[in-house]
């Protein structure tokens, strides 16, 4: 699962949509705004934001800042002269003062999915009410081949819209939310660690050196609340789906050239890409799990499992260090997740809760097959994580994953693994004390987690991992405040 990603500007907005969720109950700490009541009405219009298989909490994982455009004057930028862009431009000219746009321009204007869930009637309605909260004026953009995001000021507060488009150019998914306050740099790793702890979430931190390939913990670190649990990881998952592939090149049983087929069968929810392939689409193995890495691509990811077989995964997951793989016993898809989370309802979840591993197993081979269906009302508002419904695993858990990742990176069959792992470093570092940083995060309703393994110069290894579960949603930590937070690491450790 992903997500995010998401740091206050993501790179990659989310792709669908869900109804408007109900106020957050987020406690407010010192120097919070309080957003002007009208405002706080839109502010819940979400949508599915997956980073990885993640649930809608965020909207994409975190990855390196993109180019802010110039700013023409003092206070707006440009939007970029592409589908998503021309899309975020009409739907800023919608906030104009005195615009009037019709339920036949939304229609005409955003993918079939959208409307479904969000009636046009619905989604002007939150148009109004944002107008009436105006006038805003874009001062910050950020953009990809998929969506944009803008940031909006406006006479109370900023808001950051988000908007994603479909392979059509029409919008599939558009989330106004209250950005993250601003955080200033940890000035010493005692701040950094306060700051672990006070995080409204049950946290793990860990910063390791590694050492004749064990992770050796460093700076009072493990640290957080809850520095030594299992918890949940989201699409850090895919670290043990990519080394099942390491795995099985290295048998023979694929090559990074074999093609894969996008089928119903796996195609799952955003984040990534090729969730909107046409049925059909052919990807190679390495194409596949550069998706899965560097844009937490879930259809990618289910196709690498079918592709090594669930059980080539779990054995992977123990291969790779885990403390306690039988965890992750059944694995499931992130397609099976999603449906898992959302697609049943209460009454699953609690069986998937109380089921031992062959009751899970039954479980997974009772799930439809077809389109996925979830219940996109309950995505934002809902954390599946407490039910069991996520992979989990501790922060030396991650780290020892990223050490045997590394050492499958130094073998003949595994030699694309470290492009793959460091095309997305997730957070901007010092290039010359730090070149070369791999990086996989992942989120879901509630939780916010990322790893990263960087080469100091002289090819020395450190990891760091972060992970934060909330079980009230409203206290889910930024992707933001994550991101700060490793770089604030990387910076401040020996």
Request: net charge negative.
């Amino acid at each position: 699962m992903a997500a995010a990603d998401p740091d206050p500007a993501p790179s990659r907005p989310p792709a669908h949509p869900v109804l408007p969720a109900p106020p957050g109950r987020r406690r407010r700490r010192p120097g919070d705004r309080v957003p002007h009541a009208r405002v706080a009405v839109v502010v819940g219009l979400v949508t599915l934001g997956v980073a990885g298989c993640s649930g809608p909490s965020s909207p994409a994982e975190p990855s390196s800042p993109g180019a802010v455009t110039a700013s023409p004057g003092a206070s707006a930028v440009a939007l970029p002269d592409d589908a998503a862009g021309r899309q975020a431009r009409w739907v800023l000219d919608q906030l104009a003062p005195g615009a009037q746009p019709s339920e036949a321009d939304v229609s005409e204007r955003f993918g079939a999915e959208f409307v479904a869930s969000v009636p046009p009637a619905r989604l002007l309605e939150i148009v109004d009410g944002l107008r009436a909260a105006g006038p805003w004026t874009a001062t910050e953009v950020r953009s990809s081949s998929s969506g944009v995001a803008v940031r909006l000021a406006g006479p109370d507060g900023d808001l950051l819209m988000e908007l994603g488009v479909d392979a059509a150019g029409r919008v599939a998914g558009l989330l106004f939310s209250e950005p993250a306050p601003p955080r200033d740099p940890a000035a010493s790793w005692e701040d950094l660690l306060e700051e672990v702890r006070e995080l409204p979430a049950q946290t793990s931190f860990l910063v390791a050196a590694v050492q004749d390939g064990a992770c050796v913990p460093v700076a009072g670190t493990p640290a957080g609340s809850a520095p030594d649990a299992a918890l949940p990881i989201g699409s850090m998952v895919k670290l043990y789906v990519l080394g099942a592939v390491v795995d099985a090149v290295g048998r023979g049983d694929l090559t990074w050239d074999t093609e894969l087929t996008v089928t119903h069968a796996v195609r799952s929810l955003p984040s990534g890409e090729l969730q909107d392939a046409p049925t059909g689409t052919v990807v190679t193995v390495r194409e596949s799990a550069e998706k899965m890495i560097a844009i937490s691509d879930n259809t990618a990811t289910d196709l690498l499992v079918q592709a090594v077989g669930r059980d080539r995964v779990e054995a992977a997951v123990a291969d790779m260090g885990h403390s306690d793989p039988g965890a992750l016993v059944p694995l499931p898809t992130t397609r099976e997740l999603f449906w898992l989370g959302w697609g049943g309802g209460a009454q699953l979840r609690e069986r998937w809760r109380e089921a031992d591993t062959a009751g899970r197993r039954a479980i997974l081979s009772e799930l439809p097959e077809g389109p996925l269906r979830v219940d996109t009302a309950a995505l934002p508002s809902t954390a599946v994580w407490p039910d069991g419904v996520d992979w989990t695993a501790t922060a030396t858990d991650l780290c020892a994953a990223h050490v045997a990742l590394a050492e499958r990176a130094g073998t003949p069959h595994g030699a694309p693994v470290t492009d793959v792992l460091t095309a997305n470093p997730g957070i901007e570092v010092d290039p010359a004390r730090w070149p070369s940083v791999a990086f996989k995060g992942g989120s879901s309703t509630g939780t916010m987690g990322g790893s990263w393994a960087a080469r100091d110069a002289d090819g020395d290894l450190t990891v760091v991992v972060l992970q934060t579960a909330a079980e009230e949603v409203a206290d889910a930590v930024a992707a933001g405040t994550m991101v700060g937070i490793a770089q604030d690491a990387f910076r401040l450790v020996d």
